[in-house]
């Protein structure tokens, strides 16, 4: 995720978004004006951004105030010049009361702003501080121009005003909205972190000209397609502009990959991202602490395995506990010069990839464009779309905007930093939509009759999909595992052994299913419609190289004549490299259909394995229960591991 969400109160919050978000998230000294605070922190000053501003005497790239920041995220929502406007109406012989009503906009609010931070990948932000004043002004004109995109988006599609009883009517703000813009240098731990804050009024202005407050919950819930389409506009002006491409790591096994700029040495993330090694250590002490507790009968208080529902919440918990306070903002220049000496001192990289990482990362993308067509299929993609949304989604249910924000990821990922035609996510979504997806919605109300709140799940069985793995429960190795016996005291951690050596058990992550589920879906259709496919085997092949990690890409200089030698023992590459020249070669339809059976037969492989040995420790541990008495679950014991349950308007990747 590059796009968080946080909405803005009036009253102390506020006051902490003045105080130190804009200046650098520094601390502003008291009684010191705020353009002055931001020229001492070396940060630029806020920009103000939206088509609203017209309406409001305000000019896109105009310099922000503290009058006007007061006036319109302080005062419960106020007119930016409500202090003019009142001493104007006041000398014209209006009462204290009209001329106060005349700077409000609407009815006053407590919730007045919304607080969107965005920043680009890892890669990316690194390229801009190490890299030359050129590269750098690329990369921040870049980074402006994805904000202003997913502020048109977020404008179009997104924002509503709710007025009526219950707010049963809805309408986009036809002159757009207001948001000022702050750009951050660093993170908390002091290392490189390209970000902007972009505060965002809630008033909008309807049709009749009157003020009302935008509906933050469609903000929340649409954050996850506002990330995708940042990541994926910033990528590809990025890349067109300094020729550069993007690949597919992975960060988290079992979790989908994260699109990053090829040619940019991981050691420089892991240089980067101190504070994440802080809070995955503490992740792992609080994991350690859930498996092991206890009650006053010795019992487990819960379920030995960690769900990825706690594994979220144990990790929200961890980056409060290890949140630094926060540094001394600096100027830009001097930090890109520490910036550049603590790499080539702390990362482990070489100094002459350091100071030529443009040139290494140009080099690896000249290789990419040569090996990876990028092949969008509307057809393919909709599947993939579709089944990756189904599982993710607990009870296959979702809506539109989990599947624009997957399509977003599926450009990201097949494209590798080329620009797209507009509207190609759009079309991915009909096509989903109209060929694969049910409507199961039951519109009794408004809301219900409204695109963005229909309710979907896929055409498909469940039975037809691979089953998802049970939950696996640790191996009975009390040197290595920390969860006993049911029943029995936690075993106590062998001396010498640190939290992070613990074999901590976790519910498989969903990806892999949905990987699985696509691949499935393919080869139904594949077998149900084979005159639709014969024509365009070479196409799917082009879309699944595409979409492959260049480490299992074949090359195009591999000898032929090792084609006939006996494969070697050990771990089978992910794709069958021989199928694939051969593919190249003759562009039929027989081998892309074997090449498909190969990668979806290993896959099928991999889950069946892993769902035998969950089913092996479930049944040991179901013996064990068989012979103890029950003792009573407490409610909210059964809530730290029962699934969440998505309802008609939310989905469990809302909000992420």
Not at 166 to 174: A, C, E, L, N, T
Not at 229 to 248: F, H, S, Y
Not at 303 to 314: D, H, I, Q
Not at 458 to 466: Q, S
Request: glycine share 6%; with cysteine; aromatic share 6%.
């Amino acid at each position: 995720m590059t796009v968080d969400i946080r909405v803005v109160r009036a009253g102390q919050m506020y006051r902490y978004y003045l105080r130190e978000t804009v200046v650098g998230d520094g601390r502003r000294p008291a009684r010191t004006p705020l353009r002055e605070a931001q020229e001492q922190a070396g940060v630029p000053a806020g920009r103000w951004m939206g088509r609203g501003l017209a309406v409001l005497g305000l000019a896109p790239g105009e310099e922000v105030t503290e009058a006007q920041l007061r006036n319109l995220f302080g005062e419960r929502g106020r007119h930016p010049y409500a202090d003019r406007i009142e001493a104007d109406r006041l000398a014209a012989g209006d009462s204290a009361k009209k001329a106060f009503k005349a700077g409000a906009l609407g009815r006053r609010v407590m919730v007045t702003g919304v607080d969107f931070v965005f920043r680009p990948q890892p890669t990316i932000y690194l390229l801009w501080a190490l890299g030359d004043e050129e590269t750098r002004r690329v990369i921040e004109a870049a980074h402006e121009r994805a904000i202003e995109r997913v502020l048109e988006w977020i404008e179009d599609e997104v924002a509503v005003i709710r007025y009526g009883k219950d707010g049963i009517y809805r309408v986009r703000p036809p002159g757009g909205l207001v948001a000022a813009r702050f750009r951050h240098y660093e993170a908390r731990s002091g290392r490189p972190l390209l970000h902007d804050h972009l505060l965002l009024s809630v008033k909008g202005q309807r049709l009749d000209g009157k003020w009302g407050s935008i509906h933050t919950t469609a903000l929340h819930e649409n954050t996850v397609a506002a990330s995708a389409l940042c990541n994926e506009l910033v990528a590809a002006e990025i890349c067109e502009a300094l020729g550069l491409a993007t690949e597919p790591r992975t960060v988290t096994p079992g979790r989908r990959p994260v699109m990053e700029i090829a040619g940019v040495p991981h050691e420089l993330i892991r240089w980067t991202s101190r504070r994440s090694d802080q809070i995955a250590a503490c992740l792992e002490e609080l994991e350690h602490e859930y498996v092991t507790a206890v009650d006053d009968d010795g019992e487990l208080k819960f379920l030995p395995v960690v769900s990825e529902r706690a594994r979220a919440k144990m990790n929200a918990m961890a980056a409060r506990k290890t949140r630094p306070p926060k540094q001394t903002a600096r100027p830009l220049a001097q930090l890109r010069a520490w910036w550049k000496a603590s790499a080539i001192l702390n990362s482990g990289v070489a100094v002459d990839v350091i100071t030529s990482l443009l040139e290494y990362a140009r080099a690896a993308a000249a290789a990419i464009r040569a090996r990876v067509a990028a092949v969008v299929d509307i057809a393919l993609a909709a599947v993939d779309v579709t089944a990756t949304v189904f599982v993710m989604n607990e009870g296959g249910r979702f809506h539109r905007r989990h599947l624009l924000a997957e399509a977003r990821r599926h450009l990201a990922l097949v494209l590798r930093g080329r620009r797209r035609e507009p509207g190609l996510d759009e079309e991915i979504v009909a096509a989903a939509i109209s060929t694969h997806c049910l409507d199961i919605s039951e519109p009794k109300t408004t809301i219900g009759l409204l695109a963005d709140y229909r309710l979907y799940t896929a055409r498909w069985d469940l039975a037809d999909l691979p089953a998802r793995p049970r939950p696996p429960t640790p191996a009975p190795d009390p040197d290595r595992q920390p969860p006993t016996d049911p029943g029995e005291p936690a075993a106590l951690r062998p001396p010498g052994q640190d939290a992070g050596e613990w074999e901590i058990p976790r519910i498989p992550l969903q990806y892999d299913r949905a990987v699985l589920a696509g691949a499935v879906v393919r080869e139904k259709l594949r077998t149900t419609t084979t005159a639709a496919v014969r024509g365009r085997a070479y196409d799917i092949v082009a879309h699944q190289q595409a979409a492959m990690p260049e480490q299992l890409l074949a090359h195009q200089d591999a000898d032929p004549e090792d084609d006939d030698q006996e494969p070697e023992a050990g771990p089978r590459s992910g794709i069958d490299l021989t199928a694939l020249r051969a593919l190249k070669a003759s562009r039929t339809d027989v081998e892309a259909l074997d090449l498909t059976d190969e990668r979806l037969r290993r896959l099928q492989d991999a889950f069946a394995k892993a769902a035998d040995h969950a089913h092996e420790t479930m049944n040991r541990y179901a013996d064990r229960e068989d012979t103890t008495t029950p003792h009573p679950v407490r409610e909210d014991d059964q809530r730290a591991h029962r699934p969440q349950q998505p309802d008609r308007h939310r989905g469990p990747e809302a909000g992420r």
